[in-house]
């Protein structure tokens, strides 16, 4: 077995675990899984966040957590249509626990003020939920052991419109290595779970603080979003 492909056993592993479901070897064939010990759809979505948050920081051995402050789960309304996901936490965030709150965050909260949107209209989070360090992109590792978590996340806000914003976001939930400046603009109907959002990538602000030239680009993206939450409306 080769190490990518073992890695991706040890996470769904470590995912089931931090479930609490159990995984029986036998010989029936059926209840393989204890359902009783999922994530209950009977729980609030509050409830369900909260204990997202826990199975979140029940992580071991990962470097991340380990050099972080703090975890950094979400910001914004939980009962938003849409939902923005970037790439990881920065030092700023690192220190109070939320996601955006840096120089790249201000941007951000610019470019949602452009449509008619602000933080208590939106959900907010990452790919990974700790900081990773000297603010490095997080390792395709980091990024597969983060993924079941970040899927149940989506599940559980369901948003209608799903935002990217960078290609370290692009690529966890689409994959296949693509390049944002080629997938922006777009939007892409994709299956996540029990959820079927409308998705489209966009520029990362950090990236269009250091390529402000590509704002205009973003500008576009931002006019498709308002367009289709019109079309959805909302």
């Known amino acids: 077995m080769n190490k990518k492909v073992n890695q991706k056993v040890l996470s769904l592993i470590e995912y089931y675990n931090l479930l609490n479901i159990d995984l029986l070897i036998n010989n029936s064939p059926i209840n393989r899984f204890d359902n009783n010990k999922k994530l209950s759809n009977s729980l609030g979505k509050s409830q369900q966040l909260e204990e997202l948050k826990k199975m979140i920081g029940s992580i071991k051995n990962c470097e991340l957590k380990n050099s972080a402050n703090k975890m950094v789960f979400s910001d914004g309304n ?46 907010i989070s990452n790919v990974v939920n700790y900081r990773p360090p000297k603010n490095r992109r997080p390792t395709d590792q980091e990024i597969e052991r983060y993924y079941p978590f970040l899927k149940l996340h989506i599940e559980i806000i369901n948003p209608k419109i799903l935002v990217l914003l960078g290609s370290t976001a692009l690529n966890a939930i689409i994959g296949n290595e693509k390049v944002i400046s080629k997938a922006r603009g777009k939007w892409i109907k994709k299956q996540i779970g029990n959820c079927h959002p409308y998705i489209i990538a966009s520029f990362h602000p950090a990236f269009l603080m250091r390529q402000p030239d590509q704002k205009k680009l973003a500008w576009i993206d931002l006019k498709l979003i308002r367009e289709k939450m019109k079309q959805l409306n909302f």
């Open 78 to 123: 939980i009962n938003s249509k849409i939902m923005f996901i970037g790439e990881g936490p920065g030092a700023q965030e690192d220190q109070e626990g939320l996601p955006f709150v840096g120089r790249a965050g201000k941007l951000l909260d610019k470019m949602l003020e452009s449509i008619n949107l602000n933080r208590k209209k939106v959900y």
